[in-house]
């Protein structure tokens, strides 16, 4: 029968049946989960500014990586600081080692550049997200002098 406006023919490609499907050791690396909660040598690996949701404020958002030991690799891209409550970052200001003013109170200019590459020690434990488990971390600490 030929072709015509009034006939679709229906082509049925095996090839768009398959997918390969890579998924590196680094990539299973950064998604392991922790055994039980630990402080693990950790950095910043990424970090923007980003709108909230609501669109009235702004937020930080950190990328941290584990940088030494058993867990070395293991991520966690889902770290948030909201400008309405900058309070809850103290423990993290006092890990990356920036100066504290004479009152205890911080006044730090945060961006890529004073960022990215601070190391300290995060508490990292299991939690869940949408009712699977997931990497959380709760608290920040400075990595003790030698």
Same mark, same amino acid.
């Given at each position: 029968?030929?072709?015509?406006?009034?006939?679709?023919?229906?082509?049925?490609?095996?090839?768009?049946?398959?997918?390969?499907?890579?998924?590196?050791?680094?990539?299973?690396?950064?998604?392991?989960?922790?055994?039980?909660?630990?402080?693990?040598?950790?950095?910043?690996?990424?970090?923007?500014?980003?709108?909230? &949701?609501?669109?009235?404020?702004?937020?930080?958002?950190?990328?941290?990586?584990?940088?030494?030991?058993?867990?070395?690799?293991?991520?966690?891209?889902?770290?948030?600081?909201?400008?309405?409550?900058?309070?809850?970052?103290?423990?993290?200001?006092?890990?990356?080692?920036?100066?504290?003013?004479?009152?205890?109170?911080?006044?730090?200019?945060?961006?890529?550049?004073?960022?990215?590459?601070? &190391?300290?020690?995060?508490?990292?434990?299991?939690?869940?997200?949408?009712? &699977?488990?997931?990497?959380?971390?709760?608290?920040?600490?400075?990595?003790?002098?030698?």
């Amino acid at each position: 029968m030929p072709i015509t406006k009034r006939h679709k023919v229906k082509v049925n490609n095996m090839a768009d049946d398959s997918i390969v499907w890579n998924i590196s050791e680094d990539d299973i690396s950064k998604n392991r989960l922790v055994d039980a909660p630990s402080w693990l040598p950790t950095e910043i690996v990424d970090f923007e500014i980003i709108d909230s &949701k609501s669109g009235d404020s702004k937020n930080l958002h950190l990328t941290l990586r584990v940088f030494a030991g058993e867990f070395k690799g293991l991520e966690n891209p889902f770290i948030y600081f909201s400008e309405k409550v900058t309070v809850m970052s103290t423990p993290l200001m006092k890990a990356c080692g920036f100066q504290q003013n004479p009152n205890g109170s911080f006044s730090v200019k945060l961006s890529k550049g004073t960022m990215i590459g601070k &190391k300290f020690l995060a508490h990292w434990v299991r939690g869940t997200y949408n009712n &699977k488990p997931v990497n959380q971390i709760d608290d920040y600490a400075p990595i003790p002098s030698e």
